[in-house]
């Protein structure tokens, strides 16, 4: 198992926490400053709402995007609290990751009974360690 995976098997285990302790239905900067709370709690570093700039040839945006959170400077974590995941959110996470220059992302949908249907991870070139 990787270092990726341990981190994001917490990150996890941090979310499903949060929702057992306020369940669905709340706004998603809600769900943000609570897990980044508990994150940070167990020892993570985390930035919330961490500008993503992007970069085309000489175009420079510094802030084209924002990722809800960066876990440990190695893990997106995309936070919705809507009634169902879209590819357009999938395909937001994996752009994050792409400009970001990261292999793994995360994307909780908040919204759901149970957490772990709302759960999906996302890679980018995800390489194991040897």
Same mark, same amino acid.
């Given at each position: 198992?990787?270092?990726? +995976?341990? *981190?994001?098997?917490?990150? =996890?285990?941090? /979310? =499903?926490?949060?929702?057992?302790? $306020?369940?669905?239905?709340?706004?998603?900067?809600?769900?943000?400053?609570?897990?980044?709370?508990?994150?940070? &709690?167990?020892?993570?570093? !985390? !930035?919330?709402?961490?500008? =993503?700039?992007?970069?085309?040839?000489?175009?420079?945006?510094?802030?084209?995007?924002?990722?809800?959170? *960066?876990? +440990?400077?190695? !893990?997106?974590?995309?936070? &919705? /609290?809507?009634?169902? =995941? #879209?590819?357009?959110? &999938? /395909?937001?996470?994996?752009? #994050?990751?792409?400009?970001? +220059? $990261?292999?793994?992302? $995360?994307?909780? +949908?908040? #919204?759901?009974?149970?957490?772990?249907?709302? $759960? #999906?991870?996302?890679?980018?070139?995800?390489?194991?360690?040897?």
């Amino acid at each position: 198992m990787t270092d990726l +995976n341990k *981190l994001t098997e917490a990150i =996890i285990g941090a /979310a =499903i926490e949060v929702h057992q302790r $306020l369940g669905p239905g709340l706004l998603e900067t809600a769900y943000r400053k609570c897990l980044a709370y508990e994150l940070r &709690k167990r020892g993570f570093e !985390v !930035v919330e709402e961490r500008p =993503i700039p992007v970069v085309y040839d000489e175009v420079h945006l510094e802030c084209g995007f924002r990722a809800d959170l *960066l876990v +440990n400077r190695s !893990v997106v974590v995309e936070l &919705k /609290a809507k009634t169902a =995941i #879209h590819p357009v959110d &999938k /395909a937001q996470t994996l752009s #994050h990751l792409r400009l970001m +220059n $990261l292999q793994v992302g $995360l994307l909780a +949908n908040f #919204h759901e009974v149970k957490l772990v249907d709302g $759960l #999906h991870r996302i890679v980018n070139n995800f390489k194991e360690n040897p």
